[in-house]
């Protein structure tokens, strides 16, 4: 099994920066793809961006290109999200998740995704 424990979430004011962590345990390995989801109340969960666990290539949502960065601390098994430049619309529970696949790593088709965390909020205010 895969543990996956999110943290960083807060309050900010629009145009400010959050980042978040994802600490991993368990059975995870290269064969593993991670990526951040979000969810805003009332809406579905959308992807956010995703990368291969110890990889180095990554996909992002529309949405966040220019503004989020991932990146991972493989000493560590820790994934990032810094969140720069934040908007009231970036607000949303924020879940860290993990699938095994070989396939490229995009933040996308969340049924499949086995792993997740339990959440961070972020909330941005105007």
């Known amino acids: 099994a895969v543990q996956l424990v999110e943290s960083g979430g807060g309050s900010v004011q629009a145009g400010g920066s959050l980042r978040l962590s994802c600490a991993s345990s368990?059975?995870?390995?290269?064969?593993?793809?991670m990526a951040w989801f979000r969810q805003a109340p009332g809406k579905e969960r959308e992807g956010v961006a995703g990368i291969r666990f110890r990889g180095s290539t990554i996909n992002y949502a529309d949405s966040v290109k220019g503004r989020f960065t991932l990146s991972q601390d493989n000493a560590t098994n820790t994934l990032y999200l810094q969140m720069n430049s934040l908007q009231p619309e970036d607000t949303a529970m924020y879940y860290c998740?993990?699938?095994?696949?070989?396939?490229?790593?995009?933040?996308?088709?969340?049924?499949?995704?086995?792993?997740w965390g339990q959440g961070t909020q972020v909330t941005v205010s105007s």
């Open positions: 998740a993990a699938r095994a696949t070989w396939a490229a790593c995009r933040p996308e088709n969340i049924a499949a995704f086995d792993y």
């Open positions: 368990g059975y995870i390995s290269s064969r593993h793809c």
